[in-house]
Every structure is written in C-alpha cells, then in structure tokens.
C-alpha cells in the first residue's frame, strides 16, 4: 500500500517561511523519486520541485528557484520543501508525489501525467499580501 502524508501548510503573510513534509511509508519512499506539485484554484496543476531517489539530483521550477528546496531525510522516510520568500502568488493546495516507476528523469517531471505518480492528499498554503 503506498501512502503519502503531507504538513506544515498554513496561513502567513507574505515574506514568511514554511517547511513543509510528506511521510511515506516505506515501499514508496526507499527508491524512489519525489516531488512537489501544488495547484491553485482555478488553475492547472504546477510543477514546484523534485528529487531523486538518493538525494543527489533536485529540479526547481522556474517560479521557485533561488526560494524553495526540496531534501529528503532517508531515516524518517520523509521528503521536505522548505519554502522561503513566500509571495501572494504562491497560494495553492501542495501535493507530494511519488514516481511509480524509475523511467523517467526528474527533469521531466514537469511534462509526466498524473498517472506517473501516487500523490498524496494535499496541504494548503495560503500567503497574504
């Protein structure tokens, strides 16, 4: 069973910081490749940050880049976005994903269908002006 649990949404105002986490069992997390998505609404789903399956390699969006970073932590089976410099524009609902199966790099991510990945359910982000 994959399961992907995500935290540390909330409201702040605009300059703040979040770290947000999502814990995975087990299965999921040991090989492979995570990512962030979030989605605002009324919008289609955006492409924030990946990760490899060792921790080696990342990728940013361009919107993101110079602000968020993503890691992981091996031991607690859990993969981080740490969110600085937050702007209005950054409110949305962020998902973590999980690659299904090792065929694709990281830096396609952004082109990969949402059938690619288990997701988890979601953590809001709400950034006032």
């Known amino acids: 069973q994959v399961l992907l649990v995500e935290s540390g949404g909330g409201l702040v105002q605009a300059g703040a910081s979040l770290r947000l986490s999502c814990a995975a069992s087990?299965?999921?997390?040991?090989?492979?490749?995570m990512a962030w998505f979030r989605q605002a609404p009324g919008k289609e789903r955006e492409f924030v940050a990946a990760?490899?399956?060792?921790?080696?390699?990342?990728y940013y969006g361009d919107s993101v880049k110079g602000r968020f970073t993503i890691s992981r932590d091996t031991a607690k089976n859990t993969v981080y976005l740490q969110v600085d410099m937050l702007k209005p524009e950054d409110t949305a609902v962020y998902y973590c994903?999980?690659?299904?199966?090792?065929?694709?790099?990281?830096?396609?991510?952004?082109?990969?269908?949402?059938?690619?990945?288990?997701w988890g359910q979601g953590t809001q982000v709400t950034v006032s002006s």
């Open positions: 087990r299965r999921t997390f040991s090989t492979a490749a």
């Open positions: 990760i490899s399956w060792n921790g080696v390699f990342t």
């Open positions: 994903a999980a690659q299904k199966e090792s065929n694709s790099g990281i830096s396609n991510f952004p082109k990969l269908s949402s059938e690619d990945f288990y």
